[in-house]
Nanobody, 123 residues
């Protein structure tokens, strides 16, 4: 079982930066890929970024490529999402997720989800 707790959300202005954190419980964190997703009001949840268990391989949605960076610290059981040059369209509830254990790919299945942290970007 993996429990995930996101933090770092808030209200910022367009062009600002935020860093989200996701702290994971359990002993299998370093064996799992991790991902960030977001859901805006009235929209479906969408993929934002993913990272493999080692931190070497990452993958991003086109909408955030070049602005967001996913990283992880396996010693701290934590994954991060650095968000720069934020836009109003980035406003959403951001979730982190832990993948199944196994060969990683950008489309890997996610088994565990956090409760989310709200990011609001004003224009």
């Amino acid at each position: 079982q993996v429990q995930l707790v996101e933090s770092g959300g808030g209200l910022v202005q367009a062009g600002d930066s935020l860093r989200l954190s996701c702290a994971a419980s359990g002993r299998t964190f370093s064996s799992r890929g991790m991902g960030w997703f977001r859901q805006a009001p009235g929209k479906e949840r969408e993929f934002v970024a993913a990272i493999d268990w080692s931190g070497v391989n990452t993958y991003y949605a086109d909408s955030v490529k070049g602005r967001f960076t996913i990283s992880r610290d396996n010693a701290k059981n934590t994954v991060y999402l650095q968000m720069n040059s934020l836009k109003p369209e980035d406003t959403a509830l951001y979730y982190c997720a832990a993948s199944r254990i196994g060969t990683w790919s950008p489309s890997i299945r996610y088994d565990y989800w956090g409760q989310g942290t709200q990011v609001t970007v004003s224009s």
